[in-house]
């Protein structure tokens, strides 16, 4: 009894200290390991810290370098040659522009940058296109890798959408800030057989991309408010219209969430014709009437968009 006593009392001492032991161990694992992370990330923080007045101005130059590398392709369109990958081709010219950034900064820095367009795309906005950049520098001893992305706006770039659909040749013009479409949307029509094409014989639409201000777009009901619209030229969001991208590419729809403008006709005949909002002239093609049969200049709409635009009756403006 008594030596078995004795061995229960060792069996507890040595038990405790095979306890504290191990407890003591885990503990000097957890305080090195932690030890070492704060390090690393001390060392992270630094590099970053180092680099981000240089990561912030690249950012920054890539709004409006992106917003560039689309204008190049809008002018593009507007010289006569089509582009088939929208993306491929913005991606290219942003890859050209960054390559000159990369060198401004090495003098300006000191640092060697390298940079790699990684993709182009519609944001959730259709007046902003998302841009990701991949970009290494290395400086000294220290190096970083980073995705850069930014939003740029396509406000104020213009309309590739009636070019790239119906070609130079089809006789479309640009001029005072307006698309002319003279004889080239009557003819598109005539070869679709769609109906009346003469009503859109020198057709106008707006030139320059410019968010419409009277959202919710009902209150283009309200007096003066189409007249305004029309007269500034403004365009608006619309889950048929085509994104920026895609009208650079000719179609007048996609899967993104695009923006409509509509199409002036200056008529007066009263026939049913093409509902003039773009999506459905390019690609929908469904029939409206004039809101006012009397006026040359009235729209051609439909219900559905006479709706969202708040103009039921036979609104003149
Ligand atoms: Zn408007
Ligand atoms: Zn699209």
Redesign the pocket.
């Known amino acids: 009894m008594k030596a078995k006593k004795l061995d229960s009392k060792g069996n507890i001492i040595v038990g405790t200290t095979a306890i504290l032991i191990v407890a003591l161990l885990l503990i000097s694992i957890f305080v090195i390991t932690t030890m070492t992370l704060i390090k690393d990330s001390n060392i992270d923080s630094e590099a970053n810290d180092n680099f981000k007045y240089i990561i912030d101005d690249y950012s920054d130059n890539l709004e409006v370098l992106g917003r560039d590398a689309i204008a190049e392709a809008t002018q593009k369109v507007y010289n006569g040659l089509p582009i088939r990958d929208s993306e491929d081709q913005i991606s290219k010219n942003l890859d050209k522009l960054l390559d000159d950034e990369n060198n401004e900064f090495k003098q300006k820095y000191d640092i060697d940058l390298s940079s790699e367009v990684m993709s182009v795309e519609?944001s959730d906005s259709p007046w902003k296109v998302l841009f990701k950049v991949k970009l290494n520098g290395k400086k000294d001893n220290n190096e970083f890798n980073q995705i850069i992305e930014r939003n740029a706006s396509i406000e104020g770039l213009r309309d590739p959408l009636p070019i790239a659909k119906l070609t130079i040749a089809s006789g479309v013009m640009a001029y005072d800030d307006k698309i002319h479409y003279k004889t080239a949307l009557s003819a598109y029509m005539l070869v679709h057989n769609f109906d009346s094409p003469e009503s859109y014989i020198e057709a106008t639409a707006p030139m320059t991309m410019k968010k419409c201000p009277y959202d919710p777009y009902v209150h283009h009901g309200d007096p003066g408010v189409l007249r305004d619209c029309l007269d500034t030229g403004y365009f608006h969001e619309s889950a048929d219209g085509?994104?920026y991208?895609?009208r650079l590419e000719g179609k007048g729809k996609?899967?993104?969430y695009?923006m409509e403008v509509f199409i002036q006709t200056h008529t007066p005949l009263g026939n049913e014709s093409l509902s003039c909002s773009d999506h459905v002239v390019f690609a929908d093609h469904y029939n409206g009437e004039k809101i006012d049969p009397n006026d040359w200049d009235s729209l051609i709409l439909d219900s559905s968009h006479r709706k969202k635009y708040g103009l039921v009756g036979n609104e003149s403006y």
């Open positions: 519609p085509s994104c991208l895609c996609c899967p993104h695009g």
